[in-house]
Nanobody, 115 residues
Framework: VQLVESGGGLVQAGGSLRLSCVAS????????MGWYRQTPGKQRELVAR???????NYEDSVKGRFTISRDNAKNTVYLQMNSLKPEDTAVYYC??????????WGQGTQVTVSS
């Protein structure tokens, strides 16, 4: 199983980035997909998640700014991030899960938002 993230980088506050995560080795359409983020010394936190049925949920601080979506034909999940803030700076990780006991992680992509 591989989850490969891309799209991170350096952006000014107020700018936008789109993260992508391509999955292989799983039946993608069956998995819930999520984006998490982590900063040094803090626990990894859920940013957004999309179920196999395309239901979504978001962490409160990103509601209205971030949008998660999926393309099952391309085995890809996206995170569109708009109106970025310095506090969004983190390593962003892609996750695939079939519930609490089956899950996989990508290697992470750095997002840095300058003020």
């Amino acid at each position: 199983v591989q989850l490969v993230e891309s799209g991170g980088g350096l952006v000014q506050a107020g700018g936008s980035l789109r993260l992508s995560c391509v999955a292989s080795g799983i039946i993608f359409s069956r998995y819930a997909m999520g984006w998490y983020r982590q900063t040094p010394g803090k626990q990894r936190e859920l940013v957004a998640r999309i179920t196999s049925g395309s239901g979504t949920n978001y962490e409160d601080s990103v509601k209205g700014r971030f949008t998660i979506s999926r393309d099952n034909a391309k085995n890809t999940v996206y995170l569109q991030m708009n109106s970025l803030k310095p506090e969004d700076t983190a390593v962003y990780y892609c996750n695939a899960d079939l519930g609490p006991k089956v899950g996989y992680w990508g290697q992470g992509t750095q997002v840095t938002v300058s003020s």
